[in-house]
């Protein structure tokens, strides 16, 4: 089997390349990024992704404040280059497994109040930011164009380099005490473990299920993830203190409910991911989930 992988250089998809690369099961590992082609220009998919068996789509627009000013240049990451993925997925042959977020949820009931049921992968989205909007119309671009196709959507992804963690890491070293949100819900992900889950999926033809969500289990605030990551750095984590949304204020609103049910995914014969809190203690140690799986 032939797996391509795009966004290769991102946070996800360098663990997906190290991790697909460690298995020894691939017969082509194939690792794309900007200085390979520009997957906005639709000339392009199809000279890259030639011949390959499965396609792991994990380039994005990340930059969450930022598409709330660049609304278009987002758009044509996150949906246009998906659209254009898709498209030589269907012509070639590919299946296409494409990386999808929380965001395309708002986190909210009709009434303006914070959910509390995870999210199923079939409940209609309603985004309330730009990029919620341009992941949305990229998932909808794949769903439609390529039908050997599935969306995997996830949320609050970090390793122990890049992400919140990392940053808790270094304001520790930098302050007395951290003013952390406690008023937004979701399920923090060690993106060493998303991508074993992702390479199960890939190794899993079978699965008919076309939108799936991957996340580690278990539910906390950021303000509880800032603690458990200070008490595993040995600090104090009574140096973090809970802080509302309305007191930290960012261009893009956060879901207030980000927690997205596994339901479809474990129904669909693959294995549950572990709990978010012992995914973070191996970020931080630096342990490698590359051969162990994710149960």
């Known amino acids: 089997m032939k797996l391509a992988i795009t966004g290769a250089a991102g946070l996800l998809g360098g663990h997906l390349v190290a991790h697909a690369r460690a298995l020894g099961v691939f017969d082509e590992v194939r690792p794309l990024d900007l200085p390979d082609g520009d997957l906005t220009d639709p000339a392009v998919p199809p000279r890259l992704l030639g011949g390959v068996d499965v396609v792991l789509h994990a380039a994005a627009w990340t930059d969450v404040d930022g598409a709330e000013s660049q609304e278009e240049a987002a758009h044509r990451v996150n949906a246009v280059a998906s659209a254009n993925v898709a498209d030589a997925c269907r012509v070639g042959g590919a299946r296409l497994i494409a990386v999808s977020t929380d965001y395309v949820f708002s986190g909210l009931n009709a009434d303006g109040s914070r959910r509390a049921a995870p999210y199923e992968p079939d409940e209609e989205p309603d985004p309330r930011t730009a990029y919620g909007r341009t992941k949305l119309a990229g998932e909808r671009e794949v ?7 599935h969306i995997v959507r ?44 992702l390479l199960h999926l890939v190794q899993h033809p079978q699965v008919t299920a076309r939108r799936l969500h991957a996340t580690n289990a278990g539910v906390t605030t950021w303000f509880g993830l800032a603690q458990e990551t200070f008490r595993l750095l040995g600090d104090d984590p009574a140096r973090v203190l809970p802080t509302t949304s309305d007191q930290f204020r960012r261009p893009a ?38 051969i162990a799986g994710v149960s």
């Open 143 to 149: 769903l439609a164009r390529c039908e050997r196709s």
């Open 154 to 197: 996830t949320a609050w992804v970090y390793d122990g380099e890049r992400g919140f963690p990392a940053t808790m890491k270094r304001l520790a070293a930098e302050r007395e005490t951290v003013s952390v949100v406690d008023d937004q819900v979701g399920s923090p992900t060690f993106a060493g473990d998303l991508a074993a889950a």
């Open 253 to 290: 609103e956060r879901p207030a409910f980000s927690v997205l049910s596994p339901r479809v995914w474990v129904e669909s014969g693959l294995p549950p991911l572990r709990a978010w809190q012992d995914g973070l203690r191996d970020a931080l140690t630096g342990v490698s989930r590359a």
